[in-house]
C-alpha cells in the first residue's frame, strides 16, 4: 500500500519552546488510513490535520471502541531525531485491538507511514532540553449503526503534537491517594488494554484526588479491593529494602513499555525485581517499619515520577525525605539519556528517523 501526500496548504505557527505545555499544540498534518471488511486497510494517506466527518451513529460514540497508544520522537543533541521502542507500542496496540475486537495493523506499514509523517513535520520536533514530540496513534470504529456488535469499518490515524519538558520546575516527588470508593478494571475485562473506557472510568476518583490536594490515583484491584494495581496514567514500583517490586500484570493492569524498560535496567544493575502481588496492607506496614525506601511510577509522558506520599483513608505514608530516591534518579537519567541519545543505546531501544 503506497503512502499519499497531501500538504496543507495553511501552516501553522509553531509555538516556542517555553510555551509548550501537553497535548496542547497539534502539528500541520497527520497520517490516516481506513479499513473495511471487504477490502481491509486501505486509502492510507498524510493529510492535513483537520476534522473527522462522522455520523452520529458512529459506533465508537455508542459502544465503545476506541484504542490508542503513546509515544515520543525525541531529538538528539547532533539534530538527529528517534523514537524510542516505538514498536513496542504498536506491538501493544495490536494487542488492545485484538482485545476489543478491532482489526490489527501492519507494524512494519506504520512504522514507515509513522517516520514519513514525522519527515514531513520534522520542524515541529522541539529542540531544548526535555521537550520532545509526543505521537498519538488512535482507532476508532466508524460504522453507522445502533446494535451492540463489532464494527466492520475503522479508522486509523497518527496525530503529533510538540510537549514541553514534564518536570520544567525541577523532579518534583508526587503525593497519591489510593482509592477505596472506586475501581478501574477487573481481571477478564479490558484494563490490560489501552482503551478509552479504561479512562473514563478513572475520572471521577481522579478529580476527587486532585481536588483533596493529591496529583493521581493509585487503583487497587477490582476483586479483593486490596491488592495495588496502577496509577492513574502510570504503573508503579516500590523500592522495599533492596527489592524493587511491581505488581504482577495479573489482566487488569496495562503493560507499560516504560516499565519493561525500568525493570531491564534495574536487573541489568544487580538490583532483584519481583513482580507480584502487593497489597496496602503490606504497603503501610512496611512504610511503618521504615522499610519502604523509595516509590516511583513510570510512563511515557514523565518516564518517572518519584512519590513521597501515599494516603489511604486514615492512613498517610510517607516515604524517604520527600526527595526522590536514588535508584528513581538514576532509572530517569539513564532512560533520558537514552531517549535523547546522550548515552549509547545498549538495549536497541532506539529507532532513527
Known amino acids: ?17 517555553s510555551k509548550l ?18 477490502k481491509g486497510w486501505y486509502d492510507a494517506r498524510i493529510e492535513p490535520y483537520s476534522k473527522i466527518a462522522l455520523f452520529p451513529a458512529a459506533m465508537v460514540f455508542h459502544y465503545g471502541q476506541a484504542i490508542f497508544e ?35 495493523i501492519d507494524v512494519d506499514f506504520v512504522m514507515q507511514a509513522l517516520k514519513k509523517l514525522i519527515s514531513v513535520e520534522k520542524e515541529w520536533v522541539p529542540s531544548s532540553d526535555g521537550t520532545s514530540l509526543y505521537i498519538r496513534p488512535t482507532m476508532i470504529a466508524t ?32 503525593k497519591i491517594w489510593v482509592a477505596k470508593d472506586y475501581v478501574r478494571a477487573v481481571r477478564g475485562g479490558v ?10 472510568a478513572s475520572l471521577t476518583a481522579g478529580t476527587q484526588a486532585i481536588d483533596a490536594g493529591y496529583a493521581q490515583v493509585l487503583w487497587l484491584d477490582g476483586v479483593d479491593r486490596k491488592y495495588i494495581e496502577e496509577v492513574g496514567a502510570m504503573n508503579i514500583f516500590f523500592l522495599i529494602g533492596d527489592e524493587l517490586v511491581t505488581p504482577e500484570l495479573s489482566g487488569s493492569i496495562l ?15 544487580g538490583i532483584k525485581v519481583t513482580e507480584r502481588k502487593i497489597s496496602i496492607d503490606e504497603l503501610i506496614e512496611t512504610g511503618k517499619k ?33 526527595n526522590p530516591g536514588d535508584l528513581t534518579m538514576k532509572l530517569y537519567a539513564a532512560l ?17 528517523i
Not at 1 to 17: A, N
Not at 21 to 38: K, R
Not at 336 to 352: F, L, S
Open 290 to 322: 521504615g522499610e519502604l525506601k523509595e516509590v516511583f511510577g513510570s510512563g511515557t509522558a514523565a518516564v518517572v515520577s518519584p512519590v513521597k506520599e501515599i494516603s489511604y483513608g486514615d492512613n498517610v505514608i510517607e516515604i524517604g525525605d520527600g
Open 143 to 174: 460504522d453507522s449503526f445502533l446494535g451492540v456488535r463489532a464494527s466492520n469499518t475503522y479508522r486509523f490515524f497518527i496525530i503529533l503534537s510538540p510537549v514541553a519538558a514534564y518536570y520544567a520546575e525541577g523532579f518534583k516527588p508526587l
Open 1 to 17: 500500500m503506497e503512502i499519499s501526500v497531501s500538504e496543507t496548504e495553511k501552516k501553522g505557527v509553531k509555538p516556542e519552546d
Open 255 to 269: 503493560p507499560g513499555i516504560t516499565r519493561y524498560s525500568a525493570i531491564r535496567l534495574a536487573q541489568k544493575w
Open 191 to 200: 484494563g490490560e488494554f489501552k482503551t478509552a473506557g479504561n479512562y473514563a
Open 70 to 104: 503513546g509515544l515520543k520522537a525525541y531529538k538528539t543533541p547532533k539534530g538527529e531525531i528517534q523514537l524510542f521502542r516505538a514498536r513496542d507500542n504498536f506491538a501493544r496496540f495490536n494487542r488492545s485491538a485484538k482485545g476489543m475486537c478491532m482489526p490489527e
Open 21 to 38: 505545555g501537553f497535548g496542547q499544540f497539534f502539528t500541520d498534518h497527520m497520517f490516516s488510513m481506513d479499513y473495511s471488511v471487504e
Open 336 to 352: 533520558t539519556d537514552i531517549q535523547y541519545g546522550k548515552k549509547e543505546d545498549t538495549e536497541n531501544w532506539i529507532e532513527p
